[in-house]
């Protein structure tokens, strides 16, 4: 089972990069399957590079430091 409390300090880490650029992120759901779903928002919303920040900045830190995440993925 994922920690909810600790997913979200984990988001809260590469959240100022992200709103640097002017997007965000939210966690929408933990799946029983350890899938997260999140919500990518702001100048994130549609912008061509959106899939390169979930893999390769949120979901790779994410799962750094909990590997119990199997994947991030995003959600409209």
Known sequence: M???L???AVLDK?????????GDVEL?????????EVRLTGACNGCPMATITLKAG????VK??????L???SVK
């Open 2 to 4: 994922i920690d909810k």
């Open 6 to 8: 600790k997913l979200e």
């Open 14 to 22: 590469v959240r100022p990069a992200i709103q640097a650029d002017g």
């Open 28 to 36: 929408v759901r933990i799946r029983e399957d350890n899938v997260v």
């Open 58 to 61: 949120i979901e790779r830190i």
């Open 64 to 69: 750094e430091e909990m590997p119990e995440v």
């Open 71 to 73: 994947e991030v993925i």
